[in-house]
């Protein structure tokens, strides 16, 4: 071992001074600033192979080893480097969290994902003073745990050795800066809506502070276990940590869907399809029948209109949100749960949700674990730079009715609790989905009053849909024959399936599938709309942006007076824009035109028809 480790420091030596002399000076001109060193593994790879091999198999080992190379440098330092770190990036061993297993124990590994939760920083003692309180002897404890350790040996002093009472002396003690996360798997690498798991993760010394809930992160680390904390005893079974040696951040602006050469040019295709609108409008949940104009709007909000940063730092949202409020049982829920699978980055919360942190976000106290606050970001933070779904948002928490106002608009939420202050994003377009509080919806009631819902809030919405479950026979049949044929051809996949039924053939599921299987797969169709949001930025036309304010201006005449559910505000301008750029961004083209500001006004006229403004 001996003869191994002077091997490799000599090496190791070598392999900082050839690969990373600049970066060691300049860590030596920062020094105690600035103290790690950051290596990227490939450089370690090319240099040697087997070194950096170790490192994954015995990350404890090699990582001190680079340690000792770095302190021990040739070069002339003013002054000691006594607490460097070595931080290794561009780990190959990444692994997706809900694969970690044991195996993975002691390991150095990469995860993936977006940070859930982080506590506040503290200090955590790592190397206990004891004072014998019988001869005043100093004995110092290694503190590994999160339960303090005291000398069970008894005093140092050999004369004495006595088993206390001892006084922990907090200024002889050392400590470090700590930190404790949460890492989830994003929205993006979620199959078919599956709940995202989590691992923890301990920040220490320069790499605390530096996350908060909704960044988008790799974190490189030690894989450890711990005994999992209980009121009383010792519990067998063990959690993982992730022991952070380093962290990269990862572009957020865009989700990491890889579209090959091959599916750019099907889309390219596809968008100079002169029935391109209405193609995606019977993609979007095929086995829901009409809803079309609903449907024509969730196209929009997919798409999305530009978001605008000006010179003096403010920011206008491109995010369009939509509201869908109406009777049960005539397909909100299912509309979300589909607009989720085609959104390049979705989430689906329900206003109800037991979580602590809800829709927005929280300041939960640890109360098993060392008891600090923790601030935990809720679905609209989790959905950053995508869309949150929020089904029976009349069911929703007061607290997260009134962080609702800051997060639609500025796109952030605040949290201000027990001395912590933070600012988390939201950049997110929100589809919700509410329920009438008294059962059916009333024409001749208040749209807000029957959500349970401030009209201030209600207002933050682009668009309303109010979606009645009117008997109507020719519609009902038709609703009914839909449903149905989607029964049907559910029965025969299933029949097929479990009892091989040699009669059913494929041609009949075909038969029966061909009014329910989207005219667009899907996959492609998320592609497409990725596509859209990385690369096109549409600009207005001259005309289009008339025909806007005309319609506009006419909205106004006619809400003036009237005690109309939304009051008609400069929002709705806003909305207007977002939606003519959306429908530019549907046909991949960077000019908003006439015929875009006609099919927002349409649009819009379809929602205030139903929502009563007409
Ligand atoms: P809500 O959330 O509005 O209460 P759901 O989304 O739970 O309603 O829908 C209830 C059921 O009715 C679902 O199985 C849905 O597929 C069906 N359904 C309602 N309207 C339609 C429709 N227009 N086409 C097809 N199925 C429908
Ligand atoms: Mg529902």
Not at 23 to 46: C, F, G, H, Q, T
Not at 133 to 142: F, L, N, Q
Request: contains cysteine; glycine residues 6%; charged residues 30%.
């Amino acid at each position: 071992m001996a003869v191994a480790d002077e091997k490799w420091h000599k090496k190791l030596k070598d392999f900082l001074k050839r690969y990373y002399q600049d970066e060691v000076l300049e860590l030596a001109n920062n020094y105690p600033d600035k103290r790690s060193l950051v290596v990227n593994y490939d450089n370690l790879e090319i240099y040697d192979r087997a070194i950096a091999s170790d490192l994954i198999e015995d990350p404890e080992t090699v990582i001190l080893a680079l340690e000792m190379a770095l302190k021990d440098t040739d070069l002339p330092l003013a002054k000691g480097f006594d607490n460097v770190h070595v931080r290794v990036v561009n780990i190959p061993n990444r692994i997706p969290i809900r694969e970690l297993r044991s195996k993975h124990l002691s390991k150095f590994i990469a995860v993936e994902g977006m940070i859930r939760r982080a506590t506040e920083v503290r200090p955590r003692i790592t190397k206990a003073a004891f004072k014998c309180m019988r001869c005043d002897t100093i004995t110092y404890v290694e503190q590994p745990g999160t339960k303090l350790d005291e000398p069970y040996s008894g005093c140092e002093n050999e004369n004495c050795g006595k088993r206390g009472p001892f006084k922990l002396m907090a200024e002889q003690s050392e400590f470090i800066d700590s930190q404790k996360g949460q890492i989830q798997e994003s929205p993006e690498s979620l199959k078919g809506g599956s709940n995202p798991e989590s691992i923890e993760i301990n920040f220490t010394d320069d790499m605390t502070g530096l996350v908060s809930p909704g960044d988008r992160v790799i974190i490189n680390g030690i894989l450890r276990s711990v005994q999992r904390p209980l009121r009383e005893g010792k519990s067998t079974y063990y959690d993982l940590v992730l022991e952070a040696n380093s962290i990269e951040r990862l572009d957020k602006e865009f989700d990491e869907l890889d579209i090959t050469a091959e599916e750019e040019d099907q889309i390219i295709k596809l968008s100079k399809d002169p029935h391109i609108y209405d193609r995606i409008v019977s993609s979007i949940a095929p086995t829901i029948y009409g809803n079309d104009h609903v449907k024509k709007a969730l196209m929009y909000q997919l798409f999305s209109g530009v978001v605008k940063t000006f010179p003096d730092g403010s920011r206008v949202r491109g995010d369009i949100h939509i509201i869908l409020v109406g009777d049960p049982g005539v397909a909100k829920s299912q509309l979300l749960r589909y607009i989720i699978r085609l959104s390049p980055r979705g989430v689906f919360a329900s206003g109800k949700s037991a979580s602590a942190s809800g829709l927005t976000a929280a300041a939960v106290r640890d109360e098993l674990g060392d008891g600090r606050w923790t601030i935990e970001g809720g679905a609209l933070v989790m959905a950053d730079m995508g869309i949150a779904a929020v089904d029976e948002m009349d069911k929703m928490r007061d607290e997260d009715k009134s962080a609702l106002h800051e997060a639609m608009e500025q796109q952030t939420i605040s949290i201000a609790k027990a001395g912590i202050i933070a600012t988390l994003k939201s950049r997110c377009s929100l589809l919700g989905a509410a329920n009438p509080v008294y059962g059916r919806f009333n024409r001749f009631e208040s749209l807000a009053d029957q959500i349970d819902m401030p009209p201030a809030l209600l207002s933050r919405f682009d668009l309303i849909f109010v979606l009645l479950d009117i008997p109507e026979s020719r519609m009902d049949s038709k609703i009914a024959g839909h449903i149905l044929q989607t029964h049907y051809a559910g029965e025969l996949i299933q029949q097929k399936n479990n009892i091989s039924a040699s009669h059913i053939t494929q041609e009949m599921i075909d038969a029966q599938l061909i009014t329910i299987n989207p005219d667009i797969a899907p996959d492609l169709l998320r592609k497409y709309i990725a596509y859209a949001r990385r690369n096109i930025y549409p600009v207005m036309d001259e005309d289009a942006r008339s025909h806007l304010i005309d319609f506009y201006t006419s909205l106004r005449k006619q809400g003036e007076g009237k005690n109309t559910p939304v009051p008609v505000t400069a929002r709705q301008l806003e909305a207007l824009v977002r939606l003519a750029e959306a429908s530019a961004r549907v046909r991949l083209s960077n000019r908003v035109t006439m015929d875009d500001a006609i099919r927002t006004t349409d649009i819009t006229m379809e929602c205030l028809k139903n929502v009563g403004i007409d």
